[in-house]
């Protein structure tokens, strides 16, 4: 799961804020050499083909607004991904 995209980090509603916990492990992430994709949903659009990508959906869900959204997410991401 090293390739681009093939793990996308997904904020969903952080009240506004800059989406840190994902800022966080995408940062960790590039450290440990891996090229993740990731987007703000509360703020842009989901990106269908970013999510047709990934083989690891990880969704960032701080408060109930936010899982609603995440659940979303969690269902129109491809059969063959792992969705956390």
Known sequence: MRGPGEI???SCYELGH???AIATALAEL???GFDPAA????VDRLDEEALGRAR???VSVPMH???RLGVRVAD????SAHVS
């Open 8 to 10: 996308l980090l997904v």
């Open 18 to 20: 800059q989406p840190v």
């Open 30 to 32: 590039r450290r440990a």
């Open 39 to 42: 987007m703000d949903v509360s």
């Open 56 to 58: 690891l959906v990880a």
């Open 65 to 67: 607004t936010a899982l």
């Open 76 to 79: 129109r991401a491809p059969e």
